[in-house]
């Protein structure tokens, strides 16, 4: 018959395509901006090693492992995914889908429906869900303000109706080893509350905060979509979301524990959300969110949203739960494990510090200030098994399209993920044997080759070379780290003497990006 002639003919072309590109060549990969990029082959190698297939959750392979010498073979997939779309009968579509909750008592800041966007990938056992970031308001003044300038973070009637993920929401492999199958949800931050608030909008009130109850709602809705059967659930969010996710991994590990879901495992990603409530470079008065202190910002903010902080941390600081907010508070007090990811010299962090580093050079005041900003925090992460901190000035990571490139002590912020994957999968398995189905946190010796702890030592901002590029904010010119630390004031001498080292020898280590 025409008809299974055409069909024989189409598998054989199919599987032609695939043997050809199965044998050919793995090229050189394409090179990402930044200045980590020209080191990547440099990097020490890490040996590939076999993902195991007999405990309860099947990973995905990692790439990751063998990056040094196959740069390009995720790419291969990819293409060869590509020449084989003929084969298929439709397009597989990468974006995530916007889906309001039915719930609508569950609003935005306006009282618009909230939402979530979402790409399923079905046969994926591995769930990942993001709080976006965006600060907050935490008064009527500078809810009113917010409502003006950034509508979108207080408002749905604008939303897209699709986006396309990036980073660890990427679905492409080369440029998310290890979650690029996983189901995909996003939700867009519209409550201005870091995801704390419990308080609808009434008739005697403005707004309403309902960013854990929406984080709450949309848990359940997934459950209806394959959560269920989830192994893994991974509550990540970068920023305000960071801190979200702090706030709620365990809210939500015991909304499904309560509903009968024991076997998925919740775990927590905090990105860039792990600020100190330090003391201000210089004090302003709380006038708007920008230039508010954050110990004022928040304790105003929590009382305005009517925020809900785990059980345990309030316990810890009654009368004063405004503390949770702040990660080296929260996390001693978390059940669920979490990985922290940190810039040393976070940019929001300055920022409500009143450090501003555009404009003038900073003085030797401001220059000393971030010094000490970047010890105080490696002080509070000292305790963080799993974490990923570069001494680089910026803020978020985990969805920037570079996410790969930045490296602490050789290894990657994937590469570090997947061997905290790996460390709980095998706690589970201990776990088990001896009869306890915990997933709490645990300290448990990192597998070889397969850091977690990973701190930049170095002292300054960029001394990292892997750090994102900068630019010059008058020219948008790329800045070497030398050019950079001089525009921030830094005098060479003066450094050299305090680190006990010949000042030309240190000219050519900045000089070196080292």
Not at 143 to 156: A, G, I, K, N, V
Not at 194 to 212: I, L, R
Not at 284 to 307: F, H, M, V
Not at 369 to 389: K, S, W
Request: overall charge neutral; aromatic content about 8%; some cysteine.
């Amino acid at each position: 018959m025409p008809g299974s002639s055409a069909g024989l003919s189409a598998v054989r072309s199919c599987l032609l395509l695939l043997f050809i590109h199965m044998s050919a060549p793995v090229e050189a990969r394409r090179v990402r901006g930044g200045r980590a990029h020209a080191r990547r082959l440099q990097q020490q190698q890490v040996p590939a090693y076999r993902e195991r297939v007999d405990g309860p959750e099947s990973f995905p392979l990692d790439f990751t492992a063998v990056e040094g010498n196959m740069n390009n073979f995720m790419v291969q997939i990819k293409n060869l995914a590509q020449s084989l779309y003929p084969c298929s009968a439709q397009k597989l579509d990468q974006d995530m889908k916007l889906h309001f909750l039915r719930n609508v008592s569950v609003t935005c800041n306006d009282g618009s429906p909230a939402g979530y966007y979402i790409k399923e990938s079905h046969g994926s056992k591995r769930w990942l869900i993001f709080l976006e970031g965006g600060w907050y308001c935490f008064n009527r003044q500078t809810c009113d303000s917010r409502y003006e300038t950034m509508r979108r973070l207080m408002s749905s009637t604008k939303w897209p109706q699709t986006r396309t993920g990036t980073g660890i929401l990427s679905p492409q492999p080369e440029e998310n080893p290890h979650w690029w199958n996983a189901n995909m949800v996003f939700i867009p931050y519209c409550s201005s509350d870091v995801w704390s608030g419990v308080t609808p909008k009434t008739e005697h009130s403005d707004y309403a905060f309902m960013g854990s109850l929406i984080i709450k709602e949309v848990v359940n809705e997934l459950l209806l979509k394959g959560l269920d059967n989830a192994k893994v659930l991974l509550l990540a969010g970068s920023s305000a979301g960071g801190t979200g996710a702090l706030l709620n991994v365990d809210q939500v590990a015991e909304q499904l524990a309560s509903q009968g879901h024991t076997a998925v495992q919740v775990r927590g990603l905090a990105d860039s959300g792990w600020f100190l409530d330090n003391k201000q470079y210089k004090f302003t008065d709380c006038l708007d969110t920008i230039s508010c202190a954050p110990t004022e910002a928040i304790k105003r903010g929590s009382r305005y949203w009517g925020g809900q902080v785990p059980e345990s941390c309030r316990q810890a600081h009654l009368g004063e739960e405004w503390n949770c907010f702040f990660g080296y508070k929260v996390y001693p007090t978390l059940k669920s494990p979490v990985f922290v990811v940190q810039w040393l010299f976070d940019e929001a962090q300055l920022t409500v510090d009143n450090i501003h580093l555009t404009g003038q050079p900073v003085h030797e005041g401001q220059w000393r200030y971030i010094q000490n900003l970047g010890q105080e925090l490696r002080g509070t992460l000292r305790e963080v098994p799993a974490l990923f901190a570069p001494a680089c000035l910026s803020h978020e990571l985990i969805t920037r399209s570079y996410w790969m490139d930045i490296q602490v002590k050789g290894t990657s912020l994937p590469r570090a993920l997947h061997c905290w994957d790996r460390s709980l999968q095998d706690n589970v398995h201990i776990n088990s044997s001896h009869g306890n189905q915990s997933h709490q946190k645990q300290k448990t010796p990192p597998m070889r080759g397969c850091p977690l702890h990973l701190i930049d030592s170095c002292p300054w901002p960029h001394c990292n070379p892997s750090c994102p590029t900068i630019r010059d904010q008058l020219t948008g010119q790329e800045m070497s780290v030398i050019q950079f630390l001089k525009h921030m004031g830094f005098d060479v001498q003066k450094m050299a003497e305090q680190q006990g080292m010949d000042p030309r020898k240190l000219l050519g280590m900045l000089n070196n990006g080292s």
